[in-house]
């Protein structure tokens, strides 16, 4: 059972647009969610986090909103920027998972020049 | 310092082998991580370790043997691997258990 699901394996955008990533979940428990970006052959970097007492968070050209009802965060990248290709996990936790992490399956994204 | 170093980068072994991956991370986090994550996979926790003490293990095989010496370092050691067992095996740490990952770069494991 898969409780943090990404729906879109690959993502492409131009350059300059704006890059939404989304990510469901279904275990109504979690209340931190965090997003990574993986490049390849390099371990995940932590992106930007969002608490379940907020419906939005912002960091620079990353934003990432949570709608608690529909189960849904997304991450909005804008403007993208070639170097933002990567592949993005979204992870989830709770405060009685002793705070492990559960990751999506995670989303390529492309920008295009 | 805020990076997790991991070594060796890449290991190719045999499966009577035995070696060991080692993680070490400078600060001051006290809970320790090993992930696996297959290529298109998400990574899936196999140990963590907080203040030294082993605190979870995800029904992870005997051939592979966590040890955290200390605060900053992490070592997987592993026996009589399968091909299976192939993998990026990922390091990580954070201020406390639960708090936000660091992750190191990553051992490439081929298990032929």
């Known amino acids: 059972d898969q409780q943090v699901k990404q729906n879109s394996p690959s993502l492409s955008v131009q350059e300059g647009r704006i890059s939404i990533l989304n990510c469901d979940y279904t275990n109504s428990m979690f209340d931190y969610f965090l997003w990574y970006k993986k490049y390849p052959a390099e371990g995940p970097t932590f992106l930007i986090s969002?608490?379940?007492?907020?419906d939005k968070n912002e960091d620079g050209r990353f934003t990432v909103f949570l709608n608690k009802s529909a189960k849904h965060l997304s991450l909005h990248i804008v403007p993208s920027q070639p170097g933002d290709s990567a592949v993005y996990f979204c992870a989830a936790t709770f405060s009685g998972s002793a705070r492990q992490l559960t990751f999506g399956s995670g989303t390529q994204l492309t920008v295009l020049p | 310092d805020t990076e997790v170093t991991q070594t060796p980068k890449h290991l190719v072994m045999g499966m009577t082998n035995k070696k060991s991956l080692k993680c070490e991370q400078h600060m001051g986090h006290r809970a320790m991580y090993w992930y696996k994550q297959k290529a298109k996979k998400p990574p899936e926790l196999m140990f963590v370790y907080s203040y030294e003490k082993l605190s979870i293990n995800e029904s992870v095989p005997s051939r592979f043997s966590p040890e955290c010496p200390n605060s900053s370092l992490l070592n997987l050691h592993l026996h009589a691997l399968q091909p299976e067992d192939s993998a990026l095996y990922l390091c990580a740490s954070s201020p406390y258990l639960g708090g936000e990952l660091f992750f190191g770069e990553g051992s490439r494991l081929t298990v032929l």
């Open positions: 969002i608490s379940s007492i907020k």
